[in-house]
């Protein structure tokens, strides 16, 4: 998966869960929840855009780290709606998996990213 399939792979992820939201009943206790939800999974396309400009390697790794914690903040909220049972698993369970595979896509470039990082200083050493 190449920069711009993920960027668009992002962005759906943030559509779903506006769509998923917006489907939601009024209640104060789903409010929150759903702000919060709204406000990280925005955020790990927003992010992952802004690694994609940085400045050094060391800038794109924070960014990326950034980028991982949102999207595993998406699981934690999308996680406290299913089992406090304020929604229907079935609208929850297609959103989770995308949340899981974001956060290991991620997890895994951030760490390839900090591998390379760690082989490019020990070239210059030499």
Sequence with gaps: MDKIELKRRTQRFAIDVIKFVEELPP?????????QLLRCSSSVGANYRSACKGKSTADFINKIVIVEEEADES?????????????????VLP???????????FTAIGKTAKANQRNAKSEIKK
Excluded: H
């Design 75 to 91: 699981i934690f909220w999308l996680e406290l709606m299913e089992e406090s049972g304020l929604v229907d698993v079935k609208g």
């Design 95 to 105: 959103l989770k998996k995308e949340a899981n595979e974001l956060t290991a896509i």
């Design 27 to 35: 209640k104060r206790s789903l409010n929150v929840l759903s702000n």
